[in-house]
């Protein structure tokens, strides 16, 4: 399951992925998502938040680089990611490489306390 809200005063869009995520859960979020960032500026922060997710398989990749296609096409600045354990990073470092552009920011935490340090609020 994908959970994503924003916080447009904080210029701010957070995603959590929980459980099991599969492939359809990036489809039946994409128009949700697309809608929050028509709310957000240009130059907004991003918080990925994998502290709950328990299994991604490799069918998702695909989709996963969409929907970072989306958030970079839409202007990100920053992106903030909490992997709390390293064997969950389900390829997002490579990804980024391949979906975002190279002057946005990338910084992993292991926690969301440290997360929200690294963003400021």
């Known amino acids: 399951m994908l959970l994503v809200t924003s916080n447009p005063s904080k210029r701010l869009l957070y995603l959590c992925f929980i459980g099991t995520v ?19 500026p240009a130059g907004f922060r991003y918080l990925v938040d994998l502290t709950h997710l328990e299994v991604m398989g490799l069918e998702c990749m695909a989709e996963l680089g969409q929907l970072m296609d989306l958030i970079s096409q839409a202007g990100v600045g920053l992106v903030v990611r909490v992997i709390p ?33 690294a963003l400021g609020v």
């Open 22 to 40: 599969r492939p359809e859960d990036f489809q039946s979020g994409r128009e949700g998502i697309t809608r929050l960032l028509a709310g957000l």
């Open 85 to 117: 354990d390293p064997s969950r990073d389900i390829g997002m470092n490579i990804l980024t490489i391949f979906h975002y552009p190279q002057e946005v920011q990338v910084i992993t935490c292991q926690n969301l306390a440290g997360a929200v340090e």
